[in-house]
């Protein structure tokens, strides 16, 4: 199956013509963000169970004065996590006007205030619950809809373009060949934007050498072919005993540090770049204690690291216990962390 994939690949790439693939490997770079710290704000990839739902009642996106707070705080970069299903409501047609309005809305607030967004498929490899591969959901389909937004943002160096949250259900060789064509309409668009490319079952970092999913992403996601040359792996890491961000108690043992390490030293090995795109832990000392070595581990290896986004901000219900919203224009403990790393 990876060599069938793989040769599919190569006939793709050559049927749109060597001389042409190759001079997208002249496209100048976006200039590199050695140190971008900020926040997921979470909203508009929320009614998942009601798509593409209402907008105001079902999902929302981001207020002025929430992206206003985290920049005052010294954030230089937004995550915004959205639906594939609302800002393409039937594969390969045209994107909705009225979702990319609400985007360009959040995009302009936060780059007139000097910080960077990412964009973030928030769908995990899949379209109205089919994965990337079905017969539903062609292998090319998110090869259409990115270059629709490289079109758009291109533009814009302060956009960084999240290929897809969190791919999980197909295998690693299929979504590698997904990412390759989205990466492939992006650069032919003429972006030149930095480019955040998952791996597959969740992106862990913790998981990134394990093979219960099928190939390790350490091994396939060494695939990843970028003629601009411009992007990093994204990968997620919460603190709680299974690593998936649901349990406000964290690990009380190193599991999370030794999961970065041997990510990094891969990454290292390999001249890739990195950026941790969730990760979050509750407030109670163990896990404040956590958060603060993770980051610092970052911050000590930033030939790496590009940089990260915690996970999350924006209007959950007071008690959640990941966020950094402030409560009455008081911030949360975690907060008080994050600011000693923030990139000035």
């Known amino acids: 199956m990876a060599a069938q994939l793989s040769r599919n690949f190569s006939l793709i790439i050559c049927s749109l013509g060597f001389s042409l693939f190759t001079s997208l490997a002249s496209l100048s770079p976006a200039k590199a963000q050695t140190s971008m710290t900020g926040v997921n704000i979470a909203g508009a990839e929320f009614g998942g169970k009601a798509l593409p739902g209402q907008y105001g009642r079902d999902y929302f996106y981001p207020s002025a004065a929430t992206i206003s707070h985290f920049a005052a705080k010294g954030m230089n970069v937004i995550r915004l996590p959205f639906r594939w299903e609302r800002v393409q409501l039937q594969l390969l047609n045209a994107l909705d006007p009225n979702e990319l309005a609400r985007i360009d809305a959040v995009v302009n607030t936060a780059t007139q205030l000097g910080m960077m967004v990412v ?63 989205a990466i492939v309409a992006i650069r032919l668009n003429g972006a030149s934007n930095l480019i955040l490319v998952p791996g597959n079952a969740w992106t862990g970092a913790h998981s990134w050498f394990s093979n219960w999913y099928g190939t390790p992403n350490s091994i396939a996601m060494l695939g990843i072919l970028d003629p601009g040359g411009n992007f990093a792996y994204e990968v997620h890491q919460y603190l709680d005993q299974d690593y998936s961000g649901t349990h406000a108690l964290c690990r009380t043992d190193m599991a999370v540090i030794t999961a970065l390490t041997n990510f990094t030293a891969w990454a290292r090995q390999n001249g890739k770049r990195a950026f941790l795109g969730e990760f979050g832990g509750g407030r109670d000392t163990n896990c404040l204690g956590m958060l603060d070595r993770m980051l610092l581990f970052m911050k000590q290896n930033s030939d790496v690291w590009r940089g990260w986004t915690y996970w999350a901000a924006g209007p959950w219900p007071p008690d959640y216990f990941t966020s950094i919203q402030p409560i009455n224009g008081q911030d949360r403990p975690q907060m008080n962390i994050l600011r000693k790393y923030i990139a000035r």
């Open 119 to 181: 964009l973030d498929v928030h769908n995990y490899a899949a379209y109205y619950g089919k994965p990337i591969g079905s017969l539903e959901v062609p292998i090319g389909s998110l090869a259409g809809l990115w270059g629709q937004l490289a079109a758009r943002y291109k533009g814009n160096p302060r956009v960084i373009f999240g290929l897809m949250n969190e791919p999980k259900g197909l295998s690693t060789e299929t979504w590698l060949l997904a990412a390759n064509l």
